[in-house]
DNA sequence: TTGACAATGATACTCGGTCTCAACTAGCCT
DNA sequence: AGGCTAGTTGAGACCGAGTATCATTGTCAA
């Protein structure tokens, strides 16, 4: 039932002064409901199989869109191409499973006590940060776990 | 007088189990010598005019090396290029100046409580991190400020 | 309803980065 | 020193993510 999360999702869009399409909910739906992080091709096919007049350059835009707004996160992985994450406004940071792709949100205040001595150590004004946590998450360390012993 | 680093570097060349080639010192010199992020091209351009025979291809190569070898490390910036720091393998993480576009190294130790509290909190098990720190440096600050006040 | 202007879709294009492959050379072995 | 061999280089073709262009379409405020 995606009453909630759908109103939200085109209250956000909106917000952002854009226009509210079709287009940009479908993107916008799709991503949330991955709940893991997907590069804009990945979400290209993905939605082009079921809509067809869907273009390539409009996922593109839409998810960068969404990235403007805070709808969404460009993670940069060490790979090549940029993959994004839902994500609501004030979790920017996030925790990303290697194994089963998850995405969680990492909760911010749990930086603060580094910022802070980033800026009393280093005399550094922090504007913003880019931080990403890669591992395994709970539950896919309690299933390798149990596999191995 | 590039003496002890010069022969560090080639040293931590060749323990990668790399041969030692002039192209790759070239690269790396050029690149501990910036003190700042460079992208590959930009690393290309400032080499190949005095060094005309010296290939794309290969300083993108040595870089990669690098980076496999924990000489550097590739930061993948909001834009899309990757740019390049020079780094000692205890250090992964960075605060990168806006303004001056200068790299600190930030002391991992920092990180340990934020490490250990996703640890405890998510039990996400922690295999690497993603950590740049973007804003203005002590010196920028002050300067900003004598210009502001 | 209507009209202005943002958004779309198709496609050409840019350009960072990789691949290929013949020529070369660092480093080892004798 | 001389030779061998596998790792490396350089040149350029190539790939593919992301962007620009532009005619067409659709949103939404008036």
Do not use: W
């Not at 893991?36 to 091709?41: T, V």
């Not at 460009?74 to 406004?89: F, I, K, N, Q, T």
């Amino acid at each position: 039932m995606p009453s909630r999360s759908e109103r939200s999702l085109a209250d956000r869009i909106s917000a952002g002064g854009r226009r509210l399409t079709p287009q940009r909910v479908l993107v916008a739906r799709a991503l949330a409901d991955a709940r893991r992080a997907l590069s804009a091709q990945e979400l290209y096919d993905r939605l082009h199989t079921t809509q067809p007049r869907l273009g390539r350059a409009t996922v593109f835009r839409a998810l960068e869109a969404q990235v403007q707004d805070g709808m969404a996160r460009r993670l940069e992985r060490s790979g090549h191409v940029s993959v994004y994450v839902a994500c609501d406004p004030e979790h920017h940071h996030h925790l990303v499973c290697e194994r089963c792709e998850r995405v969680e949100d990492l909760d911010e205040k749990l930086l603060q006590p580094l910022l802070r001595s980033v800026d009393s150590r280093y005399g550094f004004h922090v504007n913003h940060t880019a931080l990403d946590i890669y591992g395994l998450c709970a539950s896919c360390r309690r299933a390798s776990r149990k596999a191995a012993g």
